[in-house]
């Protein structure tokens, strides 16, 4: 069976940057299971899976365009370390939660802390960057209605 729409995918993958240094990988730990075809990965590696059959293995390199996002500097911002609950507990590499009333709430980190305020980070770790993707294919199934009614695999 390929993967298609409405199919349930066993992947085993590992992701490297540019320099070959391994930033994420599914060895080691469980594979990922996902229902393809609702943007569940990033759109280059659904792209990349797509018509792809157990067994398959491939290499893929994906722009920041079809990975996270290119990294904004708007997305750094300010934040009054007075609107903090607990402002001494404010530290780098603390991540966050915020919420603004335009757009809900977002996940942020925090890269520096000064007198006054913190220096928070919106942008995803991954953005901005070339992603460099071994992947193999482990399983594909058919989704069940319960899975499609979800929006995930079970
Ligand atoms: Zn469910």
Redesign the pocket.
């Known amino acids: 069976m390929k993967i298609g729409k409405n199919t349930v995918v066993t992947i085993d993958y590992t992701l490297k940057d540019a320099e070959g240094e391994i930033i994420d990988t599914s060895s080691g730990a469980d594979p990922l299971v996902y229902l393809h075809g609702i943007g569940a990965l990033i759109a280059g590696m659904e792209s990349a899976l797509d018509g792809k059959s157990k067994g398959d293995e491939f290499q893929i390199v994906i722009t920041p365009e079809q990975g996270y996002g290119e990294y904004d500097e708007e997305d750094v911002m300010e934040i009054d370390l007075a609107a903090f609950e607990d402002p001494s507990q404010v530290q780098v590499g603390m991540e966050l939660v915020l919420e603004t009333e335009d757009e809900g709430e977002f996940a942020a980190v925090v890269t520096e802390v000064g007198e006054e305020v913190a220096i928070v980070d919106r942008n995803h770790p991954l953005a901005g960057m070339t992603l460099h993707f071994e992947v193999a294919v482990r399983d594909v199934r058919k989704a069940t209605p319960?899975?499609i009614d979800?929006g995930?695999a079970?």
Do not use: F, G, P, S
Request: net charge negative.
């Open positions: 319960e899975e979800h995930h079970h």
